[in-house]
């Protein structure tokens, strides 16, 4: 009954490739995120979509393209993956019950060769 | 950028409480204080979340002054389960175009 959950959890890859990370959440939550962690361990979001729509987009390369089918999903596909794209990217999700507070994927760690 | 500043990194003994401070001096009337806190190699986990008035659940304590420009929040028997980076961000509650900012945290240390 995970809440929210991402795959794959490692994904290693040459450089120029195309890769997606799929993220589903079963809460019911009409907001979900994708954020990146580098190595430094800074946290930083990318991208935000409440009912399907995109309400944030962090200065992002276009390389990256959220898809949101429903409200349960956020897939994240990355195009022409370069070297500095390696990190942790973590899928999280929220609901506007005024308290806003956003649950976690485990997490989907990127290297990119 | 951050709106909050922590200290860098705590040690704290097992079984002690742990008191972890946040400044945020420049917090809006508006703006909630949340904890997360990043356990290692897990994504972050919500702790707790206050506005004006102290908070306890069943995790921690948020003591918040009164002037609302900090914040404590406080695990009042700490286990070395507890050992990870805790994270203060000030935010507007249920604004989407508002992000979670996290900034560096404090790296809690408990130790046996």
């Known amino acids: 009954d995970t809440a929210v959950s991402q795959t794959p959890k490692y994904l290693v890859t040459q450089m120029g490739n195309d890769k997606s990370i799929k993220c589903e959440q079963n809460?019911?939550?009409?907001?979900m995120y994708w954020y990146k962690q580098d190595s430094k361990k800074f946290l930083k979001i990318m991208f935000s979509y409440n009912n399907k729509e995109l309400i944030i987009n962090e200065t992002v390369p276009n390389r990256f393209s959220p898809k949101s089918p429903d409200k349960a999903h956020l897939n994240l596909h990355i195009n022409s993956l370069e070297l500095g794209d390696s990190a942790v990217y973590f899928c999280a999700s929220s609901h506007p019950s005024g308290t806003d507070t956003q649950y976690f994927g485990p997490g989907t760690r990127l290297t990119v060769l | 950028d951050a709106k909050t500043t922590q200290p860098p990194s705590m040690d704290c003994a097992e079984g002690r409480a742990a008191n972890l401070p946040c400044n945020h001096s420049t917090i809006s009337g508006n703006e909630y204080v949340y904890w997360y806190r990043q356990i290692h190699s897990q994504g972050p986990q919500y702790i707790i979340h206050g506005l004006k008035n102290n908070e306890t659940n069943e995790m921690a304590s948020l003591i918040i002054t009164e002037d609302r420009k900090s914040s404590t929040l406080i695990l009042p028997h700490a286990t070395l389960r507890d050992t990870a980076v805790y994270y203060c961000i000030v935010r507007v509650a249920d604004n989407y175009g508002q992000n979670f900012v996290f900034g560096p945290g404090t790296r809690l240390s408990v130790l046996p």
């Open positions: 809460l019911g939550h009409d907001t």
